[in-house]
Every structure is written in C-alpha cells, then in structure tokens.
C-alpha cells in the first residue's frame, strides 16, 4: 500500500486482503488445502489481517470454489478452510466501524440442498462475527438451478435478521472466450494440435488450414489437460471433452460483440445447418479470421435460459449489488473490465425486454457501491464529495470486440476491450 501510494496516480486506489495469500504468509509449505489451521496459526492470521484493516486495508477475500487452481495445478489454500480459521479471521473486525467481507463459494452444489445450508450457515457466521457488511457472488449454475434463488431467501433471510449482507450480481452471462490466442481453446488437447503448439500464432494457422492436419485432428480425441503440475482446473478438461453438447452454448463474438446470442446462432445449430460434424464446424469457426485471432464466446454461467432473463432477476433484486467485472484475473479467457459499459450499453439501451432506468444503473454502479464499501466521500453528485463526472451519448457508445495484448511482465497475453463512439475510440 505505501509503494502505490508513492507511485504518481490519478485515481484512487482500494486494497483487498485475500485470505489464500495470508494463509500462505502464515503456513508456509502447509497452507495446501488439506491443512487445517492450528489455533496458533488462526491467530498469527487474525493479527495480520488487523493490521492490514488498521493500515487501510478495505476488507478481507476469500474464495470456496473449486474453479480456481494454484500455478501447479491445486486447490486454493483457503478453499477447503475449516469454521474456526474463518470465525477467527472475520474476529480481526471486531470493534472497528469500517471493512466489509467478500466471498465466492460453490455451495457444494453437486452435493446436495444439505452441503449447500451449512456453507451458507458458515459465511453467515462469518458476517456476524465480524459485525461487518458481506457480499457473495451470485451465479446461475446448470447444474443446481434452483440454488441461485434459494442463496437469495437466505441472504433475504439474513437482512431481516439484522446481518447486513447483500449478493454480487454480474451484468451478463459469466463466461469464457475461447481462442488460438487466447488462454484456451477447444483443440488444445489434441495430439496433432501439440505438435504444432509451440509455433507462432501465425504459423499455427498455417498448419492447422493444412487439409491433412485437419483430417488428423478431427479424428483424434481430447488428452486431459488438468491434473497434478497443471494450473488448469479439471472444469477445462469437462468443457473439453464434451464439446459437442458445449457447442450448444458456443457462439461467435462476432466484431459487435453480442453477450446474449439467441440459440439458434449457436455452432451446434450452424453444424447441423451445414450437415458437418460439430467438432468440424468449431474448428473452421476458430480459422475465420485470416490471422486466427477468432474468439468463440462460451457463456458458462448465468445463461441456463438460453438469454439473461435470469440476469434481469438478479440485477433487479434489492440486495444486489453490480460486480464481478474481473479485469485482473483469468485475462487470457475473460475480459470483463468492460461489464460497467456494458451494463448501461445493454440493460439501459439496446435490450428488446427488461430495460432498467439508466438513472438506476448508475446509481448501482457509482453511489450504491460506494455505500457498501463505506466510502462515503464519494458516489453521488453532493457538495463536498469527490466526483468523476462523465457524460455519456447513450446512444453512440459501443463495446468493440476484445483484443489480445502481449503487454503484461515477461510478455504475458491479456483480452483488452475499447468502447466505440462515431469517429473516435477511447479505453
């Protein structure tokens, strides 16, 4: 925090504490996620995370979920953590009058309606120990569809008891873009692919409009990808290997990019259209673009209903709040700094149903967000408080299609996207 500060900015910056790093701080070599805390551990963890929160630190992370893996391939330290390492760290707010909590759980969907009440029962817990706000992220899963309301009750639940939580809803689907040149892509696991892997993007191109080679790879089966020494996470390997039935739900971005495509532009309808295999149908689909730099958009969560009228529910709640616009993880598969833009480009203009005021659009984003976090000199136009004022023609701003970027340390590759307005564009 005071290396930021000491670097020359313009904007304001906020810090988040993230119980995976602190637990690692803390227990070194035995911060895998199997490890249970002892007491000695929780404390030295409580008192780091204290001294964080008395320095200015906003708040306190942490994440459940099975979707997220470590560089060599394993579950995050802090996923599987046990009650009393999290009681003990949301102790670390008692008596203070600020910081808030945030949190991403599966809520053991595929185990049961039973799994799923005691991790909420736990993160409940968590936010009455602490005294403080708390916030989780709320997302449509296929394969438990009901949970995302029964998260909602019991978040409603809590507000009438007198726990201040609330959900973080995204403005659209969340999902991943697939790629040669991004960080997956439906062929990655394929021998004949390997070998070719190594070479250029545009070399790879080359090789894959190669008759031969297409034959080759077409024949030939996905090999797992995910495992031990591999920081992809066994959900790729899912994706991967039932690629037909994923076709359903794959679509081109396009150049105007479309977050809510109708089924019938998906690749599964395109292959039976054409009366080619679907993998065949994917596979020419990635080499549309001569430079191979095609993204094929797969909406993973929050599209069980084929648009996002799911969304509009969730947006519309009155314990939500808009987030999840992650532009600092996972760059290579999504790009959602853009989800701001996005939220008054579609819900405040262009969708045919379920239109949201603008005005109540950005207050989601500017002074109900601000609140949470208990930034008070800020997010409304008010004398004496801080403001950012930008006007907007609703009607000319436009999200163009993201674009690669070898701009990261070591010449790491990340998905960038610009807003468009007649005769300019700006980030």
């Not at 900015?9 to 996620?33: E, N």
Request: with cysteine; hydrophobic share 40%.
């Amino acid at each position: 925090m005071n290396a930021i500060n000491d670097i020359p900015h313009t904007i304001d910056f906020a810090a988040q504490i993230p119980h995976d790093a602190v637990r690692m701080y803390v227990m070194g070599d035995r911060a895998v996620s199997d490890e249970v805390a002892t007491p000695e551990d929780i404390e030295k963890m409580r008192l780091l995370v204290r001294e964080a929160l008395e320095a200015g630190a906003v708040g306190l992370s942490t994440g459940r979920t099975d979707n997220h893996r470590t560089a060599s391939g394993s579950a995050t330290p802090a996923s599987e953590a046990m009650a009393d390492e999290l009681i003990g760290l949301a102790s670390a707010f008692e008596g203070l009058d600020y910081g808030v909590l945030d949190a991403v759980s599966d809520f053991d969907f595929v185990a049961g309606k039973d799994r799923y009440e005691g991790e909420f029962a736990l993160l409940r817990a968590m936010a009455e120990k602490s005294g403080r706000p708390m916030s989780l992220s709320l997302l449509q899963r296929d394969q438990c569809d009901y949970q995302w309301r029964d998260i909602l009750k019991s978040v409603e639940q809590c507000a009438a008891d007198g726990v201040n939580m609330k959900v973080q809803v995204a403005a659209r689907a969340v999902g991943i873009m697939l790629g040669l040149d991004a960080t997956f892509h439906p062929f990655m696991g394929f021998p004949s692919y390997k070998e070719i892997s190594h070479l250029t993007l545009a070399e790879q191109v080359t090789a894959m409009k190669d008759p031969e080679r297409k034959k080759r790879i077409l024949s030939e089966k996905n090999e797992p990808l995910a495992g031990d020494g591999s920081s992809i996470p066994p959900l790729a390997d899912q994706l991967l290997a039932h690629i037909d039935m994923i076709a359903m739900r794959l679509f081109r971005l396009g150049d105007i990019p479309n977050y809510e495509p109708p089924k019938a532009d998906c690749i599964f309808a395109e292959a039976l259209k054409r009366k080619v295999p679907v993998l065949e149908a994917v596979y020419d689909a990635l080499l549309e673009d001569p430079e191979g730099k095609t993204l094929l958009y797969f909406p993973l969560y929050n599209y069980g209903s084929g648009n996002l009228d799911y969304v509009e529910e969730m947006l519309n709640h009155p314990l939500a709040l808009m987030g999840l616009s992650d532009a600092g993880a996972h760059v290579g598969t999504v790009c959602d700094g853009s989800m701001p833009s996005f939220l008054l480009q579609h819900w405040g203009l262009e969708r045919e149903k379920g239109l949201i005021p603008v005005e109540k659009l950005v207050k989601m984003q500017a002074y109900d967000t601000s609140k949470w976090m208990g930034f008070d000199d800020r997010g409304s136009l008010a004398v004496g408080l801080r403001a950012d004022i930008n006007v907007i023609d609703m009607k000319r701003i436009r999200l163009k299609k993201p674009v690669m970027h070898a701009d990261l340390p070591g010449g790491a590759k990340r998905l960038l996207q610009e807003t468009e307005e007649i005769g300019r564009a700006h980030v």
